[in-house]
């Protein structure tokens, strides 16, 4: 089979000591589908689908950046062959226990596999985690398996078991380094690549490559109709050189520094160049793209339209994925199915990750509304805490003298 590709289906946390004890997230659809309900999803064999988008919605500090970066990290690690310390768990990973990460792949040749990886403080380094154990087990992908199923590996084969590794092979692998690359290279899979846009969330900068160093008109005009061009040249030296032009205006911007450009442009200009550059790579090649607060600094028709290109079969031929976060629950009415929406709490300092579709008891009621209400708890601030803040507001803003006030014209 040619061009086999490995893609990520779920991946289970333990032990980590800012959630609860384990948490699961999963792209693989866990509700009923219809037939006129998957132009946002994957068929990847028998009744198994995945999810083509797929949100962690919550509240301030719910832990919704730290799932990401953990996930993203993980995923980096395995399939972009890093180490620890060159991904986003080198930030993510706290703590003096062991913490172990079960992450399942669907092999394009009907594989199933999954690598179960713990990661330990190294002793005598301080902030620094080695792989303190790893083993790939593998099994058939049948057309019988249901959507639980194909999680247990009850009765699989071990691909590999790092522990049984010869005193060759141990001395060849970096402590920090997963061993998953022998497996994609004996099956020749094509992995998916992941799209790291964390560093833009609240930093503005472009990140925009073409044959033409142009960039492209209509994105241009979606984001702001008053720009003629905006190029960006690649001098020898490898530095930039941007040139702006408005409609109607004969001046020509022009500047080696971006801040002189970025004066003239909004952030969610800025932001929507870059982004948009994120999201065509991800569906050129069919990979996974990670947005943090996908609604920052955008107009929410903007928001709208980077969800529509993952929702729509015509645009995402090579099924690729967008996770991304989000605290703006009107978001999650925009969404199908609520498989797609996972809700980050944080209760008695634990942080949890449950599907909204397993934790809410009425699927047809307007999720922005149960998000909003507290139904679930843990969703919004409580309303002991709402008085508290605004007693203690109108005591900041009395008068310091009960005697001061405005009066004769002063």
């Given at each position: 089979m040619k061009n086999k590709k490995l893609k990520f289906l779920k991946m289970d946390i333990i032990n980590h000591p800012l959630f609860k004890e384990e948490i699961s997230f999963s792209l693989v659809a866990s509700q009923k589908i219809l037939n006129d309900e998957h132009d946002d999803m994957t068929n990847l064999y028998g009744s198994i689908w995945t999810n083509n988008i797929t949100t962690l919605i919550g509240r301030n500090a719910s832990g919704k950046t730290l799932t990401m970066k953990l996930?993203?990290?993980?995923?980096?690690?395995?399939?972009?062959?890093?180490?620890?310390?060159?991904?986003?768990?080198?930030?993510?990973?706290?703590?003096?226990?062991?913490?172990?990460?079960?992450?399942?792949?669907?092999?394009?040749?009907?594989?199933?596999?999954?690598?179960?990886?713990?990661?330990?403080?190294?002793?005598?380094?301080?902030?620094?985690?080695?792989?303190?154990?790893?083993?790939?087990?593998?099994?058939?992908?049948?057309?019988?398996?249901?959507?639980?199923?194909?999680?247990?590996?009850?009765?699989?084969?071990?691909?590999?078991?790092?522990?049984?590794?010869?005193?060759?092979?141990s001395s060849l692998l970096a402590p920090d380094d997963s061993f998953i690359r022998t497996l994609i290279n004996q099956k020749q899979y094509e992995t998916q690549r992941i799209q790291d846009t964390l560093l833009y969330t609240n930093t503005n900068f472009p990140f925009f490559r073409t044959r033409e160093d142009q960039i492209p008109s209509a994105i241009l005009r979606y984001l702001d109709p008053t720009i003629e061009y905006l190029f960006i040249e690649q001098k020898e030296d490898s530095k930039s050189f941007y040139r702006l032009k408005f409609k109607n205006s004969s001046e020509e911007i022009t500047d080696s520094n971006f801040a002189t450009i970025e004066y003239y442009l909004s952030s969610?200009?800025?932001?929507?160049?870059?982004?948009?550059?994120?999201?065509?790579?991800?569906?050129?090649?069919?990979?996974?793209?990670?947005?943090?607060?996908?609604?920052?600094?955008?107009?929410?028709?903007?928001?709208?339209?980077?969800?529509?290109?993952?929702?729509?079969?015509?645009?995402?031929?090579?099924?690729?994925?967008?996770?991304?976060?989000?605290?703006?629950?009107?978001?999650?009415?925009?969404?199908?199915?609520?498989?797609?929406?996972?809700?980050?709490?944080?209760?008695?300092?634990k942080i949890s990750i449950d599907r909204y579709s397993e934790i809410a008891d009425r699927q047809d009621i307007n999720r922005a509304e149960v998000f909003m209400s507290n139904y679930l708890g843990g969703t919004a601030p409580d309303y002991d805490t709402y008085i508290e803040l605004r007693n203690q507001t109108i005591d900041l803003t009395k008068p310091k003298d009960k005697n001061m006030g405005i009066a004769d014209g002063k």
């Open positions: 996930i993203m990290g993980m995923l980096d690690l395995l399939l972009h062959q890093r180490s620890i310390e060159q991904t986003h768990l080198k930030e993510a990973l706290i703590g003096i226990k062991p913490i172990t990460f079960k992450t399942y792949f669907y092999g394009s040749d009907h594989f199933l596999y999954l690598d179960e990886l713990t990661v330990a403080p190294e002793t005598g380094q301080e902030n620094r985690w080695v792989i303190s154990s790893e083993k790939i087990l593998e099994k058939k992908f049948l057309k019988s398996h249901t959507r639980k199923s194909i999680f247990d590996f009850s009765k699989s084969t071990v691909f590999m078991d790092r522990n049984q590794l010869d005193p060759l092979q969610g200009t800025v932001k929507g160049i870059t982004l948009y550059q994120y999201v065509l790579n991800a569906l050129r090649s069919g990979g996974i793209i990670f947005i943090d607060e996908l609604e920052n600094h955008f107009n929410l028709s903007i928001v709208h339209t980077f969800l529509e290109y993952f929702m729509d079969p015509i645009i995402n031929q090579n099924h690729a994925t967008l996770i991304f976060s989000t605290h703006y629950a009107d978001l999650i009415n925009d969404l199908n199915r609520g498989d797609q929406i996972f809700v980050a709490r944080r209760d008695t300092g």
